[in-house]
C-alpha cells in the first residue's frame, strides 16, 4: 500500500490511536492541557497512514484496534520510522506487553490507567527519545558527562578524569543509557530491549552481572561506582 509523503508538524504532536472514542477524547483533552498537539485515529490503517504520513514526537498506540492491530502495525511503522511508541495494554496482559517490546514499544501503560501517569510516561519517553528537530540538534552533541566520568559517544571511549575505562560494548551502551537521564530510573523491561533485544525475564540476571562489573570498574577508576543506584522492583538509574 502506498502512503502519503512525510510532512513534518510542530513538537510536540502525538498521535493517539484509539478505537474506544471516549478514551482517545479524554487523552486528548489532558495532553492539549499539557502544552501537547493531538491527533486522533480510531483503527489501525489510518492509524499507520497518518504515522508515516507525519512526523510526531510519540504514539500512543492501543493493541486491540479494528483493521489492523497494534503489533501489526507497530511491525509496519518499525519499517520506516523511530517514532517513540507507547502501547495501551489490557491490565495483567503480560503477554501483550512482551510482544510490544519485541516490536519495538518504548513503554506500556496497562488499562485502565491514571491520565497524571500517562502523562509522565510521555515526558519519560521523551527524554530518553528526543524527536524532529531535537534529534538533529543532538547528533551533534557527542559527549555525556557526570562530575568527573566522560562518555566520548562518536568515539565510544570512557573515562574517569584521566584514565580510561576498559568497558565491553554492553557496558559502554548500558552506560550510556544511564547518563542519558541521569535522575530518571530505567526499568529492567526497557534495559533489556534496548540492549539485548528481548524481553526482560525475571529469572534472567544478566543486566544485574553487568550492572555489577560497571560499578566495580567504575570504582577502580575512582568513580564512586554506588551512584548506579539499584531501584527495587523497578531498575536502575545513576544520580
Do not use: W
Request: with cysteine; glycine share 8%.
Amino acid at each position: 500500500m502506498n502512503y502519503p509523503a512525510a510532512v513534518p508538524t510542530p513538537d510536540p504532536s502525538i498521535l493517539i490511536i484509539e478505537d474506544d472514542p471516549a478514551v482517545n477524547d479524554l487523552v486528548a483533552s489532558q495532553l492539549r492541557r499539557h502544552g501537547y498537539q493531538t491527533e486522533q485515529c480510531f483503527d489501525g490503517r489510518k492509524g499507520l497512514s497518518r504515522a508515516l504520513g507525519q512526523h510526531f514526537s510519540l504514539i500512543l498506540l492501543d493493541v486491540l484496534l479494528p483493521k489492523l492491530d497494534g503489533f501489526e502495525l507497530l511491525n509496519q511503522l518499525r519499517c520506516q520510522r523511530d517514532t517513540p511508541v507507547i502501547m495501551l495494554t489490557a491490565c495483567g496482559a503480560e503477554e501483550d506487553r512482551i510482544s510490544g517490546f519485541r516490536c519495538g514499544a518504548d513503554d506500556y501503560l496497562p488499562k485502565p490507567f491514571n491520565l497524571t501517569e500517562l502523562t509522565l510516561r510521555i515526558e519519560a519517553v521523551l527524554r530518553r527519545r528526543p524527536s524532529g528537530a531535537d534529534r538533529a540538534n543532538a547528533a551533534s552533541v557527542r559527549l555525556l558527562r557526570f562530575q568527573n566520568l566522560q562518555l566520548d559517544l562518536s568515539g565510544q571511549v570512557a573515562s574517569v578524569g584521566v584514565t580510561e575505562l576498559p568497558l565491553t560494548p554492553m557496558e559502554f551502551r548500558l552506560l550510556a543509557l544511564l547518563l542519558e537521564t541521569p535522575g530518571e530510573v530505567i526499568s529492567k523491561p526497557v534495559l533489556y530491549q534496548s540492549l539485548m533485544g528481548r524481553p526482560f525475564s525475571r529469572y534472567d540476571r544478566s543486566i544485574d552481572m553487568h550492572i555489577s562489573k560497571l560499578r566495580r570498574k567504575l570504582t577502580n577508576a575512582g568513580f564512586n561506582g554506588e551512584h548506579i543506584n539499584t531501584v527495587h522492583g523497578q531498575g536502575y538509574r545513576i544520580q
